[in-house]
């Protein structure tokens, strides 16, 4: 499984970014689908991630700011966030995996990366 994201960038903070994740190959349905970041200086950090049936969980941090979705018809997860804060600067990686609990390890799949950054 290949992972391309996209959509990072520069924003204001209050500002909102859409990330997307396309997923190469034809197993997208049964994956567990997550976002990472890791800031400057800081450990790598769970954001949110989606099972295959479509049960999202969310890092406290970003809880009720952004929202995690899928679309199996076209191999995509989403990242939507909104009331962007300075602290959500780092580079987001897409992570796919069969078994939701090997998101984020190095048993999982894992995307480029994409970088977003959110000035004051």
């Known amino acids: 499984v290949q992972l391309q994201a996209s959509g990072g960038g520069l924003v204001q903070a209050g500002g909102s970014l859409r990330l997307s994740c396309t997923a190469s190959g034809s197993i997208f349905s049964i994956l567990a689908m997550g976002w990472h970041r890791q800031a400057p200086g800081k450990q790598r950090e769970l954001v949110a991630t989606?099972?295959?049936?479509?049960?999202?969980h969310y890092a406290d941090s970003v809880e009720g700011r952004f929202t995690i979705s899928r679309d199996n018809a076209k191999n995509t997860v989403y990242l939507q966030m909104n009331s962007l804060k300075t602290e959500d600067t780092a580079i987001y990686y897409c992570?796919?995996?069969?078994?939701?609990?090997?998101?984020?390890?190095?048993?999982?799949?894992w995307g480029q990366g994409t970088q977003v950054t959110v000035s004051s």
């Open positions: 989606i099972t295959s049936g479509g049960y999202p």
């Open positions: 992570t796919a995996s069969p078994i939701s609990t090997n998101l984020g390890t190095s048993r999982a799949y």
